[in-house]
Every structure is written in structure tokens, then in C-alpha cells.
């Protein structure tokens, strides 16, 4: 779907992209991640040329871009952006229908292919009459989203979408675009430099680093085949998959829910019913455990729904630790009876979870080999 | 009482050819100055210098080129406006969020469309208020007008003061207020409308 | 041109007095006006209803065309010096009482948490804390202040406050246009030489804010 033929970008004799070959099959979800400053915002603006390549061609849908009439281009290619760009002075609805507009659409099509966008992500219809501002940025981010998907653009770029949302929203968010993504089959290509969020919803990683594609593998791939130390180095040793479970690093999932002490009780509530767990790890700003609360404890307090989770007296508990035995851990949940613990590294920051099924899934993967 | 009214047309006419001049001149000036950054601040230099000429000195000025009627009044008026109008609309141009132009330009609008969907509605509460500001000072300017033998309700406050007749002075007086106060809510009204619409984050 | 030099030779010393006169009476004005509009600015910071309604009502009165309230002080309290620095000191008042008020109220709340944090009292915040940093605001507020002032003082020549506006005012009254310029360019260049220096005060003031400052 898009082809990037020996590209080069350079400013003066800085270069940013160097000869990069790179193909995002139709369909596919691509991540592009590295270090700042390693291309790869660059390498998305190319595709809907916002920046012109210095050397090179780029094929978007077997169509060479430099025959292209840039603007004709993105239309046909969504955009979506950290600072989610939605125009303030347009209603949510003025903000869905301005690619249709620019296109010329009447009312009728627009309005229809608006119903259809505002199903896609179940918003409540009286959002379209408010104004972007009127929004938390979790639902800018949506209607940012339903902007790109509007005239059904077979590729969309997002460049670090989510970056600027809190965790869980971002987290939401990002099961939403692998849903969506599944369903709609567009070629996606995101930029991020988050290692999480790519190993998550990607199909296919591709790591950068100084213009050049270090490695391009699916996640699995990526995890258990590292190229070199860079890409282990960038990937965090403890996502590595060993084919082993001796630590807990081993065997921890990250997809662990947690609120900062911050949140209100109403809104660490409604995390629990979304996420369908009883508890809640608490974590402060900068990640680290302070312990955690119970859908019980919430509901026998007294405090007022407004309040924040730190009020309400936050249960101790004893962590696992990333580089402790598994086997340990395993004793510990067996014998008191926990059914999901947090994992911290030395500085007490917390970095994933480990529940007794994602134990017995690492065991049974060591015993049968990895099956998914 | 049968002088208030025309008085008072001559000093809108004067008032609104002013700074309607500026506002022709000063928007696409201030939309060419958002990629001229260096001639940019030339101009500024030399609006702001024009600003700072005290009104009587700027009136004698034109009128040597201009003599001693309306015409004179309206051009001072105009260069007075240019500072505000230019300013306003400047700042209000440029001050449009950049992730919401590359947005714009992201999802395939034209330099044209980005100008008119996006920076010009955006900036729009900017220029009402160089608009405002530039009108009612104006207003006040144009009662100096009286000097240089120009009409307007600065007549009736000139010759009220002359004659020491108080009701005279009013008659010129109070109109230039009430227009002062007037355009001041009305148009001040329409940028918190705007605003409103708006809601723009104070950044 | 050359007539206009002859007529400024020989109006020489009337213009160096009038020039005089002009200077002394908008810095009287204007003194008084710092004097009594910056404790007022701080003072109105403590409290915004109070704020809004002074502010208001002086906004309103700075509407009022100069040549009116010029004439109210013709009327009631005479002709002269006094009348016109009476008159000149209120209009002076608004720019800088909101300089002083905005300059103070936008410090940045984080250095004042700073401050209390570190046991300041309040005129200690004041004094060392959000003087300073609302100062390009104060100067700015002066500045305007100041110009105006310059301005309408030709205008308080005829209520009998002398200065430069009297040449232009024998000037248009005889139809001598050289006259006339004899005291707008001195005026002009006063003015511009008045404004180029508080604009560099304030940009001198704001350089803890790393940029151009808007004026």
C-alpha cells in the first residue's frame, strides 16, 4: 500500500532519512518507533507529503506521490495528530464533516456517513452539537480520529495519537484502534515512542534510529529475535521473551490497571467496570506503588464521589519484584490466596502485573512451546 | 437640537471612512506579514512610531497636505487605526495553534482554505477588538477635528466651549460619548460571542 | 523647508520656553499619576470586584473625547495651569492603574506558591517577587500614559496650559503654517524621543521573560 523506494530527506547536509526502503502492506497496522530525532515523524510526513523527500520515490497505492496533486493526496489520506488539531471555532460535527466538505459532499451524504462514523465509536449524539473544548482530550482524540476515518481513507497516519492523553485513556484508546483497525482493514501507519503501545497494536514494528530501519518484524518477532543490542536495548530487557519462566520479568503481562491516587473515586469506579476488575492498584505520578483499593472499600466509604483516591486509606501490599523467582511468587499468590499482584523494579516503580493465569500461560508455554 | 443629527453623521462618515481605510489596507497586509517576519517588524516600528505622533501635531501635519476639511481628519484617523488594526490582526493570525494548521493542511486543505476555514474565523475576535479599539478612539480623535475646520460634533463642543454655553458643549458631547459606549459593548459583544464559540484555551 | 527653519530661528526662544513649559507640565501630570495609580493598581489586586468597578468607571471617563473634558475644566475650574494638569493627571491614571493591576494579577502563581513557601510575608512578596516581574507591565501602562499626556497637552494650550500647543494654536488662528510646525515637530520628536526610551526600559525590565515583549 505504500512503498518507500531509497528515500533520503536532508536539510542542508543533515541528514534525516537515509535511503530507507520500507513497505506497509494493505491491512497491515505498522508502528513506527525509535528515539527521538531517528526519522520517524519524518518518515510519516513523507507519505502525505507534508515534507518532500530529498531523493527517492514513494509509492501510496502503486501511485509514485510526486505525480500527485498534494492536497488531492490527503484528502485521501487520514491524519491524526498528537495535538489532535481539531479547528475550535467548529461543533464536533462541523469538525467530522470538513474532509466531506472540502470534498463537496451535500448534506445528505454528510450526514449519513456522520451516523455512520458516531456508531463506529458509540458517541453519544450530543456531543455533535459542542465544540472541541466542551471535550476531555480522550474524546478530542476520538472525534480527531472519526475526522480521518471520514471520507474512508484506505491508509491513515497517526503520529503519536495518544501521547499527550493520560494512561487509561490512552489505553482505551488504543484497544479501540486495534478493534476498529480490525474491523475497517485500513492500512495504519503510528508513531510512537512508546514500546508498550507498539508491542499492543501493532502488526509489524518498525524500529528507527538515526533515518535508518534498524529492525522491521512483527512484535513476536521483535521480542524473541532482537537484531542487536540497540533493539534489545530499546525494547527494555524484561519485555525479551526468554522461552523461559524463571523471573517474574518472565512471566508479568503489562497490562496491568492502575489509577494515580489522583483520580477521583467515581472515575477509578468507572475504570473498574470498564476494565471488570474488583481492585485497583495506586500509583502516584511518577509510577510508584502506593498500594490498593477495593471496589468494597469504595463503596462502604462515606467520601463523596468527587473525592480522590488517596482519601480513602490505600491498602498496603507487598509487590512481586521484576527479577524475583517466579516460582516464588507463585507459592505467595497460591498460599494467600491473590489473584493478581503488581510488579516494581528497584526504584519502586511499578511496570507490569502478574496474575495466576498469566503463570500458568508462561508455564504452559515453557511445557508445549508458544502456541498463539 | 436640529444640528445634533447631521453633526453626527459627518462624524460617523469621518469615524468609519478612517478606519475603514486601515482595515482594507491592514488585513491583507497582516495576512502577508505572517511569512514576512523581518519586514514585519519593520512596519511595526513605524505604525507604532505613527501612533506615538500626538493627535494635534498629526492634524496640522495632514493638513498641510490635505488643508483644512474632513479629508484631513479621515487620513489622520487612518494612520492612527493602522496600529491597532495591524497589530490585532496580526497577533490573531499568527497566534492560531500550529497543531491545528498542520492538522488543516494534513487532512488536504489549500493554503486558500487553511487561510479562510481556519486562521481567518480563529483570528476573528482579534481583529473585531483592533477594529473596536480603533473606532472609538477615533471617535475622540475626530471631535480634535474642530481644529483644522473639520465637521462633526467637535463643532458643537468647540463652540459650547467658546461661548461658555454648557448645553452647546453637551449636545457635542454627549453623542460622541454615548457612540464611544456604544460601539465599545456592541462590538465587544460580538468577540465574546465569538469567544464563546470558541472557548479557546488561554494559553 | 527653509521657511519653516527661518521661522523656527527666529521663534527660537519662544519655542525652547514652550518646549519647556510642555515638558514640565506633563511630568507633573505624569508623577502625580504614578504616584497615586500604581499603590492604587496594587491595592485593587487584593480585591477584583473593587477592581472591575474602578477600572470600569475610569475606562468610561478616558472615553470621554479630550477637548470635552478639557472644556468641563474651562468651565468649572477656569483657565490655567492648574485646570490642565488637573485634567491631564486623570486621564493618566487608567493606563497605569491597569498596568500595574494586569502586571501584578499575571505573575506566575507558581513563583508566588514559591515565595509563601519560603515564608515571604506579603510585602515581602510584593517588594521582591511581584514588583518585579509585573514591572515591563507597570512601565508599559506608563509608557501609554505618558504619550497620551504628551498629546493632549497641545490640546491644553487653549484652556491656558501653555507648552507647545500654543504655537500650534497662534499658528492655525493666523493661518502660519510655519508657526504651526514650530510647535507640532518639537512635540513629535518629544514624543517619539519619550516613547523610544520607556520602550527600552520595558524591554530592559522584561528580559526575565526571554522575549519580545508585546507593546
Partial sequence: MVHFVNVTMAYGSHIVIDKLNLHVEEGQLVVLIGPSGCGKTTTLQLINRLIKPTEGDILVNRQNIKNVDPVELRRKVGYVIQEIGLFPHMTIKQNIEIVPRLLGWDEERKAARTEEL??????????????????????????????????????????????????????????????????????????????????????????????????????????????????????????????????????????????????????????????????????????????????????????????????????????????????????????????????????????????????????????????? | MSNILPAMLSHLRITFLGVLAAVILGLPTAAFLIRHDKLRKMLFIIVDAIQTVPSLAMLT???????????????????????????????????????????GKGIGMTDLQIFSMIRFPLAAPMILTGIRLSIVSALGLATTGVFIGAGGLGMLIWRGIQTRNMGMMMSGAVPVFLLAILFEYVIGLFEKQLNKRQRRSIS | MSSFLTELSRNSHAVLIAIGQHIG???????????????????????????????????????????????????????????????????SLLPIMRGTYTGIKEVNPNALKAAKGMGMNRPQMLRLVQFPLAMPAIITGIRLSTIYIISWATLAAFIGGGGLGDLIWMGLQSYNFHLVLCGAVPVTILSLLVSFLLNHLIKRASRHKGKEVAT
Fill in chain 2, 61 to 103: 501635519f495632514v493638513m498641510l497636505i490635505f488643508g483644512l476639511n474632513d479629508t484631513t481628519v479621515i487620513v489622520a484617523i487612518f494612520l492612527y487605526s493602522l496600529f491597532p488594526v495591524l497589530r490585532n490582526t496580526y497577533v490573531g493570525l499568527a497566534s492560531v495553534d500550529k497543531g491545528t494548521i498542520r492538522a
Fill in chain 1, 118 to 372: 458516531i456508531q463506529l465509536v458509540n458517541l453519544d449524539r450530543k456531543y455533535l452539537k459542542r465544540y472541541p473544548s466542551e471535550l476531555s482530550g480522550g474524546q478530542q482524540q476520538r472525534i480527531g480520529l472519526l475526522r480521518a476515518l471520514a471520507v474512508e481513507p484506505p491508509i491513515i497516519l497517526m503520529d503519536e495519537p495518544f501521547g499527550a492523553l493520560d494512561p487509561i485513556t490512552r489505553e482505551s484508546l488504543q484497544n479501540e484502534i486495534v478493534a476498529l483497525q480490525k474491523r475497517l482493514k485500513k492500512t495504519i501507519v503510528f508513531v510512537t515512542h512508546d514500546m508498550d503501545e507498539a508491542i499492543k497494536i501493532a502488526d509489524r514494528i518498525v524500529l528507527m534510529k538515526d533515518g535508518k530501519i534498524v529492525q522491521a518484524a512483527a512484535s513476536k518477532e521483535l521480542l524473541s529475535n532482537p537484531a542487536n543490542e540497540f533493539v534489545e536495548q530499546f525494547i527494555g530487557r524484561h519485555r525479551l521473551y526468554s522461552g523461559k519462566a524463571d523471573t517474574v520479568a518472565d512471566v508479568m503481562s503489562d497490562e496491568i490497571v492502575c489509577a494515580e491516587k489522583t483520580l477521583s473515586l467515581i472515575e477509578a469506579v468507572a475504570l473498574m467496570r470498564h476494565k471488570k476488575v474488583p481492585g485497583l492498584f495506586v500509583i502516584d505520578d511518577t509510577k510508584k506503588l502506593q498500594g490498593k483499593v477495593s471496589i468494597e472499600q469504595i463503596r462502604k466509604s462515606e467520601l463523596s464521589e468527587q473525592d480522590a483516591l488517596e482519601t480513602i486509606g490505600i491498602e498496603q501490599i507487598c509487590p512481586a519484584f521484576e527479577n524475583q523467582s517466579a516460582r516464588e511468587v507463585f507459592d505467595r499468590m497460591e498460599a494467600e490466596k491473590i489473584d493478581a499482584l503488581p510488579v516494581v523494579d528497584e526504584a519502586n516503580t511499578v511496570i507490569g502485573v502478574v496474575t495466576r493465569s498469566s503463570i500458568v500461560r508462561s508455564l504452559a508455554e515453557v511445557v508445549w512451546g508458544n502456541q498463539s
Fill in chain 3, 25 to 91: 507640565l506633563s511630568a507633573v501630570a505624569i508623577l502625580l499619576g504614578i504616584l497615586v495609580a500604581v499603590p492604587v493598581g496594587v491595592l485593587l489586586t487584593y480585591h477584583t470586584r473593587a477592581a472591575k468597578i474602578v477600572l470600569g468607571i475610569f475606562s468610561v471617563v478616558n472615553t470621554i473625547p479630550s477637548i470635552v473634558l478639557l472644556g468641563f475644566a474651562m468651565i468649572f475650574l477656569g483657565i490655567g495651569y492648574i485646570p490642565a494638569t488637573i485634567v491631564l493627571f486623570v486621564y
